[in-house]
């Protein structure tokens, strides 16, 4: 099963693995799987770090560097992508999530989270 991580559930696979839930864990431990992250959740923690968010320590480059050691899929922004986004009903403001949810729509990717709210689109979103 090929999958995208939003950004907090990428953040906490590299540093804080015991906020995932057993779901993403299993997941993310099946050879079978090909893990993905988008290059908007490293422009996302690159952005945030700077602002000094306590929940954005991350640095943007070791991060990326650390997913594709371990196999992680990198998913750049197509035109396509961004020309979706349109396409979304508004009900979240977040302009990240409203790209990863755009890619996941596009590429026909299912797009794991925690977030509720971004599981209210109709799109292959999962929320674990």
Known sequence: MRFLLDTHLLLWAAGEEERLSPEVRRLLDDPDN?????????????????????????????LRRGLEDNGYIELPITGAHAVAVGDLPPLHKDPFDRMLIAQSIVEGITLLTADPLVTQYPAPVRRV
């Not at 090909?34 to 000094?52: D, H, M, N």
């Open 34 to 62: 090909e893990p993905s992250f988008s290059v908007v959740s490293l422009w996302e923690i690159a952005i945030k770090q700077r602002l000094g968010r306590a929940d954005f320590r991350a640095d943007a480059r070791v």
